[in-house]
C-alpha cells in the first residue's frame, strides 16, 4: 500500500522510517503477533541501508571465528572512551548474535561473514579478523510488484546499474577481465545475466551489499504482515495525556499506535542548518557532499524535539566521515563517489595544496577524514587529492574512472580526472604546491621502493592490507609513484551518517531534558545516539547496532523482550 493512509486507524506500533533500523524493530514486533505499519516520506524503501556496504560488527556471531564477548567490550572501552556507555554497550554485545539468529531463523534475512578486521586490530580488544558479517546476495525480483519502490544503489558504485559482490574476489575478476581467461568469462557472465535482468524488469535485480539487505527486509517485512507505506511523511506525534500515541500524516491522516510510535528517519547528515554548526569544516566555510539519502534530514530528532526530548551534538565526531570525490553528471551537477577502496592500493598518495602528505591512506575512511579535517585547520578548504602515476591508475583505477581497459579520456576531459607529463606539471593544473608534490613524492619513494613508509606505517595493521593488493610484496599497501604521465583526483568531505542522536535508555525509549523516558516514543538507528560514542571501530558499527538495538526496541513493545 502505498500513499496517504485511511483518515485514521489503528495499530499497535507505528515505525518513521524504513530503513534497517526501522524494518528490524517492525519485523521483530510484528513476529511476535502485533500490527505494525511503517511510513517512509521518501517514495523508496531502504534508506541510507540502501546505499550502504551492507555490513554490520556484531562479537560473537555464529558466522565469524572471534566471539570473545570480553574482548570486545574492552575493545570498546577503549575507542568510546568517556563516551562508554557500559549498559547500552552490554545490551549490545548479548542480543548482537541473539538477533542475528533471530533473523536468520524467522525472516529472509542472510548474513555472511566479511572477515573484515577491526579497523584499530592492535588497539587492547582488537580483532584481526573476524567480527563482521554482510548481507548474502538476493534476488529482488522476489519482492514482485515492490521491486519498484527498492530504493536503488548508490549509482556511482555500480558499473552499468550492476552491483559487484562484497568480496574483493569479485572485483578482481572485473579488474583482470582482460588478463584472465577465467576472469572474462566470469565478467561476461555476469554482464549477460544483467543484461536479462534489464529487459525483463527494467533494473538489475541481482543486489548485494547494503541493497541486499535492505530488500531482504523489505521481504520479511511483507511476509510478517507488516505494511510499509511509502510517500508518507509524518508531519507532527500526537501526544495525548502526555504519553506519544500516534502521528499526524498527509491530509490530515492520523495512525494511533497502541504500544509505541519508533522514529528511524535516519538522523540528520541532510540537515543544513544543523550540521553547518556542527561539522568542523563547515564551521570555517568549506563545503560539504553527503553520499547519504536527501531524505535523511533530521525528521526523527524534530519530532522528538517538538514533545520535549533531548538532544545534543557531543562526541568527537559528530558523523562517520567518508572522503568523496564530486563526479560530473553531464548536466552542470554532480554526484558523489565514496573512495572505499582505491586508498589501500600501493602507488596511490594523498596531499594537501600544500604537496605535503598528511596521513596513513590506507587507515579507514572515517579516519582519513578526520585527520583531513584537522590538517585543514585554519583553511576555508578542507580537501585533499590522491595521486597516482600511468600503471597504477591503469591497475586499479581511481575513484570513479575504472581501469584498464576503460578509457581515462573521458574523466580528463570533464575535469574529474587531471593529468601531467611531470609531477610539477601535474600539480600546476590541479592547484597543489609543485615543490612540496615533488619533495613528498620523493620522500615516499625512498622508502615504497623497499614496501616502507618511514613517515605513516602504512601497511602496518591486518586492515590496513585487507583491501591493498596481495600481489605486491613485501607490503601490499606501498608502491612507488614514478612512472609519468601522472594523475591527481581532488576529494572533499562527505560523511556515512551521523552518530549524534537523540539520548534514549537501553530499550530504546528517547529521554526528556529530564533524563525521563517520553511514554510512547522510542528511538533506533541514526536517530538515536551511536552506541560507538562517536568513534568508528570496526565495518559495520552503523548497521549492527541499528539492528540489534531495533530487535530489542521490538520485543520491549511486544512485551517478549
Known amino acids: 500500500m502505498q500513499g496517504e493512509a485511511a483518515r485514521e486507524e489503528v495499530c499497535d506500533v507505528l515505525v518513521i522510517g524504513a530503513g534497517a533500523g526501522g524494518m528490524s524493530a517492525a519485523i521483530t514486533a510484528a513476529k511476535a503477533g502485533l500490527k505494525v505499519v511503517i511510513v517512509e516520506k521518501a517514495p523508496v524503501i531502504g534508506g541510507t541501508t540502501a546505499f550502504s556496504g551492507g555490513v554490520l560488527w556484531i562479537p560473537g556471531n555464529a558466522h565469524c571465528p572471534e566471539g570473545d564477548r570480553a574482548r570486545a567490550r574492552d575493545y570498546l572501552k577503549h575507542e568510546s572512551g568517556n563516551f562508554f556507555n557500559a549498559a547500552a554497550v552490554d545490551a549490545f554485545l548479548a542480543k548482537g548474535p541473539e538477533m542475528v539468529e533471530f533473523f536468520e531463523r524467522e525472516t529472509k534475512v542472510k548474513f555472511v561473514a566479511s572477515l573484515y578486521p577491526d579497523y584499530h586490530p592492535d588497539l587492547p580488544g582488537g580483532a584481526d579478523v573476524g567480527r563482521s558479517i554482510t548481507a548474502a546476495p538476493y534476488d529482488a525480483a522476489a519482492l514482485g510488484p515492490d521491486l519498484a519502490r527498492l530504493r536503488p544503489p548508490l549509482s556511482t558504485i555500480t558499473f552499468i546499474g550492476m552491483m559487484f559482490n562484497s568480496s574483493n574476489a569479485d572485483i578482481r575478476h572485473f579488474f583482470n577481465a582482460t588478463k584472465s581467461l577465467t576472469s572474462f568469462l566470469y565478467v561476461a557472465k555476469r554482464l549477460m545475466a544483467h543484461g536479462i535482468e534489464l529487459v525483463r524488469y527494467g533494473q538489475g535485480t541481482k543486489v548485494t551489499s547494503g541493497n541486499a539487505l535492505a530488500a531482504r527486509l523489505a521481504k520479511s517485512c511483507f511476509n510478517s504482515g507488516v505494511q510499509i507505506r511509502t510517500d508518507c511523511p509524518a508531519r507532527s506525534l500526537i501526544v495525548e495525556d502526555g504519553r506519544v500515541t500516534g502521528a499526524r500524516l498527509p491530509g490530515e491522516a492520523r495512525i494511533m499506535a497502541r504500544r509505541g510510535v519508533v522514529l528511524a528517519a535516519g538522523g540528520f547528515a541532510q540537515d543544513l542548518e ?288
Open 274 to 561: 544543523r550540521i553547518g554548526p556542527t561539522y568542523p569544516h563547515l564551521k570555517r566555510g568549506g563545503e560539504h557532499l553527503s553520499p547519504v539519502p536527501m531524505d535523511n534530514s533530521g525528521d526523527g530528532i524534530a519530532l522528538a524535539r517538538s514533545v520535549g526530548s533531548k538532544f545534543e551534538t557531543r562526541y568527537p565526531a559528530a558523523a562517520a566521515w567518508m572522503p568523496v570525490s564530486k563526479v560530473p553528471d553531464g548536466t552542470g551537477g554532480y554526484s558523489a563517489f565514496p573512495h572505499l577502496l582505491d586508498r589501500y592500493k600501493p602507488g596511490i598518495i594523498a596531499v594537501l595544496r600544500s604537496g605535503r602528505r598528511f596521513t596513513n591512506e590506507s587507515n579507514s575512511y572515517h579516519d582519513v577524514g578526520a585527520a583531513m579535517i584537522e590538517a585543514c585547520a585554519g583553511e576555508t578548504e578542507t580537501a585533499c587529492w590522491l595521486i597516482a602515476d600511468r600503471p597504477t591508475i591503469r591497475k586499479y583505477g581511481l575513484g570513479h574512472a575504472k581501469p584498464a581497459p576503460v578509457p581515462l579520456g573521458p574523466w580528463l576531459r570533464n575535469g574529474y580526472l587531471v593529468s601531467g607529463r611531470t609531477l610539477a606539471e601535474l600539480a600546476q593544473k590541479a592547484g597543489i604546491d609543485p615543490a612540496g608534490l615533488e619533495q613528498s613524492v620523493a620522500r615516499y619513494n625512498e622508502g615504497a621502493v623497499r614496501g616502507e613508509d618511514p613517515d605513516f606505517h602504512r601497511g602496518s595493521t591486518a586492515f590496513n592490507r585487507y583491501l591493498a593488493d596481495p600481489e605486491v610484496t613485501p607490503n601490499p599497501c606501498v608502491g612507488p609513484v614514478r612512472t609519468g604521465p601522472y594523475y591527481a583526483l581532488k576529494l572533499a568531505m562527505g560523511d556515512l551518517g551521523t552518530f549524534d542522536g537523540l539520548e534514549t535508555n537501553v530499550e530504546g525509549q528517547v529521554l526528556d531534558n529530564e533524563g525521563a523516558p517520553i511514554a510512547g516514543l522510542f528511538a533506533v538507528g541514526n536517530d538515536r545516539a551511536s552506541v560507538m560514542g562517536g568513534t568508528y571501530p570496526g565495518a559495520g558499527i552503523t548497521l549492527g547496532p541499528a539492528m540489534t538495538f531495533g530487535y530489542i526496541t521490538g520485543r520491549h513493545l511486544a512485551g517478549t523482550g
